[in-house]
C-alpha cells in the first residue's frame, strides 16, 4: 500500500482555547499552555526540546531476535475533548450545580489529527492555547474514531475523508513489505498530573503526551508482528489496540525532554 503523508510536519499548529463555562464574566488575563508529542524520552543530559512548533518524522526501525524488521514512517491519531481538569475552580464555578467536565479547560475540542514525531528523542510542540490561570491535575483527551454520523466530525472529515471510521493510522514496511496499519479504536483516557501543572498569566506551561509506538506491534514476548494482522478482524487486532492504549502517558514537561519533570 502507499505511504501516507505526514499531515502536521514542520507546520505551526495555533488553536484558540475554548476556555470553560465558569469564568466570571469578565475578560480574563490568560497564560498559555503548549501540547508536546513525544515517542521516546531524550537521554539524560542530552539537550532537550524539539522543534517549536510542528512535527518533524524520520522512519524508525525495530529489529526482534527472530529477525523481523519493521520500519515505521509515519504514525497518525485523531485526537478529541483534550481538556485539563481544574484542582481549584475559577470565579463562579460551583462543580455541584453543574457538569462536572463545566469546569475543565478544554486545550481543543477536536477533533485534531496529529502526526507524532518518530526518529528524534525528546518533545516537540503540537499547538499552543490561551488558559485561564490555575492548577490543573489531570489531562483528559480521547483517541476518537471519527465518523460520517457525527455531527461534530464533520468539519474533520470534509478535510480528511480518508479518516472516516478511523483513529490511527500507521505507515511503514514489515520485512520489507509495505503496510497500512487502521483501526477504529475508539477511547477515553485520563492521565494524572503530579504534581499539578499550575498555569499562570505571565508564563507558559507545557504538557508532554508520550507515545511509546516501539511496544504496539509486538507480543508479550517481545516478538514483532506483521502490523497488517492487526487490522480489523485481523488475528492480533485485539493485542494491538491493548498495546496502543497502554502505550500512553502525559506529564508536565517544561524542558521538553520527552520525560516527567
Known amino acids: ?13 495555533m488553536l484558540t482555547a475554548v476556555l470553560g463555562g465558569c469564568s466570571d464574566g469578565g475578560a480574563p488575563t490568560a497564560g498559555e499552555v503548549s501540547l508536546n508529542l513525544a515517542t521516546r524520552p531524550a537521554p539524560i543530559g542530552a539537550s532537550a526540546g524539539g522543534a517549536a512548533f510542528g512535527v518533524v518524522s524520520t522512519p524508525e526501525t525495530y529489529i526482534d531476535t527472530d529477525g523481523n524488521t519493521l520500519v ?3 504514525v497518525q491519531l485523531v485526537l478529541r475533548e483534550i481538556e485539563l481538569e481544574r484542582t481549584d ?21 477536536g477533533p485534531v489529527l496529529v ?19 490555575g492548577e490543573f491535575d489531570e489531562l483528559e483527551l480521547k483517541v476518537h474514531r471519527a ?10 472529515l470534509a478535510a480528511h475523508p480518508e479518516f472516516d471510521g478511523v483513529s490511527v493510522r500507521v505507515a511503514g514496511t514489515y520485512n520489507g513489505g509495505a503496510f497500512t496499519f487502521d483501526t477504529d479504536l475508539d477511547v477515553e483516557l485520563e492521565f494524572d498530573l503530579d504534581p499539578p501543572l499550575a498555569v499562570s498569566e505571565t508564563s507558559s506551561s507545557d504538557v508532554t ?53
Open 209 to 261: 503526551l508520550l507515545v511509546d509506538v516501539a511496544t504496539w506491534f509486538r507480543v508479550e514476548s517481545g516478538l514483532l508482528i506483521d502490523p497488517e494482522s492487526a487490522n480489523t478482524g485481523g488475528d492480533n487486532e485485539s493485542v494491538v489496540e491493548e498495546n496502543i492504549k497502554n502505550s500512553l502517558e502525559a506529564f508536565e514537561d517544561e524542558d521538553r525532554d520527552g520525560s516527567a519533570d
Open 1 to 13: 500500500m502507499a505511504r501516507h503523508a505526514v499531515h502536521l510536519a514542520g507546520t505551526a499548529l
Open 72 to 74: 515505521i514512517s509515519a
Open 147 to 156: 465518523s460520517a454520523g457525527d455531527s461534530e466530525d464533520a468539519a474533520f
Open 115 to 133: 502526526d507524532l514525531p518518530l526518529g528524534a528523542a525528546g518533545a516537540e510542540r503540537s499547538f499552543s492555547v490561551p488558559m485561564e490561570p
Open 89 to 109: 475552580a475559577p470565579p463562579g464555578c460551583d462543580p455541584v450545580a453543574v457538569e462536572d467536565d463545566d469546569c475543565d479547560e478544554d486545550l481543543e475540542f
